[in-house]
């Protein structure tokens, strides 16, 4: 019986908000699937706020603390 | 463990007391109704989808939840179930059933057959009234599931579903003051409201923070009636609760 591994996914907007709860997914390429789904929901969410802190930014994390993946939006308006 | 038994139909009762007056004489004939009671472990099925079932099952303790599982393995709650739901009851009409229903959390079960329904039925025919009455309800909850799943965003979905909780908890008399027990998962409230653990766990750290609600220990405790109402747009209208447990 091998264990799922279990991914963190903490986010940085305005404030740090760490996932301490974690994810069990097969691996690291779906953690990195994952990640894209869960910044899409919580983009949405954030909406025009997100101008507030348009430093967003979304990571993933092992269970040893290895980086997986950072998503990072790059964003500017005149 | 499965055992015929005068088992406690008290929880229907209440909930059906919430919906009409029942005459002493109902009331009787409700507690009186011959079941089979079953415990049932933390997330077993009760019934699964493209079963044909010969019976009803009264929740008369813990939580149980409707589903559809999509492939893949993902999961939708279509809805949640408390002491005194009957969430099968369409199977007395719908030969096939066209989703599943399985426990959360341990859960004592009575199972009712099709057949003692129907007579019951024929026998107090108000009492046919009040199912179909719960029947239509039970749609209601669906239409504001829809709505609440398509549309809210993540923290007005959450608060909306610990509304909904909250007065149906109430209505039956299982609600502790403020609070009520719902030891679920953050992965199962996230299958409920269709986002995933993260935005579940993030948002609820936000109903924190803004001093909507506490939780622990498996309960809820409500914080702030009013901001959590207006945070998930909670009208109990689509409820239709009556009146409420002595």
């Known amino acids: 019986l091998t264990r799922v591994p279990r991914y963190f996914f903490h986010v940085h907007d305005s404030v740090d908000l760490l996932d301490e709860e974690g994810t069990e997914l097969a691996g690291p390429d779906e953690a990195r699937a994952e990640a894209v789904v869960i ?4 983009l949405r969410d954030v909406g025009g706020r997100f101008w507030n802190s348009p430093d967003w930014r979304l990571w993933v994390v092992d269970e040893a603390g290895r980086g997986i993946c950072a998503l990072r939006f790059s964003a500017e308006h005149p | 463990m ?9 929880p229907l009762v209440r909930k059906l007391e919430t919906l009409v007056d029942l005459s002493d004489q109902e009331r009787e004939a409700v507690l009186r109704l011959p079941v089979t009671v079953r415990v049932l472990k933390a997330d077993q099925d009760i019934i699964r989808d493209q079963d044909r079932p010969s019976q009803c099952c009264l929740i008369l303790t813990g939580f149980a939840c409707r589903y559809k599982t999509l492939q893949g393995g993902k999961r939708q709650i279509l809805s949640f179930h408390i002491p005194g739901d009957v969430p099968d009851l369409q199977s007395l009409h719908l030969e096939v059933m066209d989703h599943s229903l399985g426990t959360l959390t341990e859960s004592r079960v009575a199972f009712i057959p099709h057949g003692t329904i129907r007579a019951f039925i024929r026998a107090h025919p108000s009492i046919g009234d009040v199912f179909w009455r719960d029947t239509l309800i039970d749609a209601a909850v669906f239409r504001e599931w829809v709505t609440n799943v398509g549309r809210r965003d993540a923290y007005g979905r959450v608060a909306h579903v610990f509304c909904e909780l909250f007065v149906r ?4 008399g299982l609600n502790n003051g403020d609070s009520y027990g719902m030891p679920i998962t953050q992965a199962e409230l996230a299958d409920a409201t269709g986002l995933s653990t993260v935005h579940v766990n993030r948002t609820l750290q936000a109903l924190r923070a ?8 498996g309960k809820v405790v409500i914080e702030n009636w009013g901001g959590l109402q207006e945070a998930g747009e ?3 209208t689509y409820l239709h609760i009556r009146k409420r447990a002595a």
């Open chain 1, 39 to 42: 910044a899409g929901a919580l």
């Open chain 2, 2 to 10: 499965s055992f015929a038994s005068n088992a406690d139909l008290g």
């Open chain 2, 169 to 172: 908890f109430e209505a039956v």
């Open chain 2, 210 to 217: 803004n001093g909507l609600i506490k939780t622990e220990n």
């Open chain 2, 234 to 236: 909670f009208d109990p």
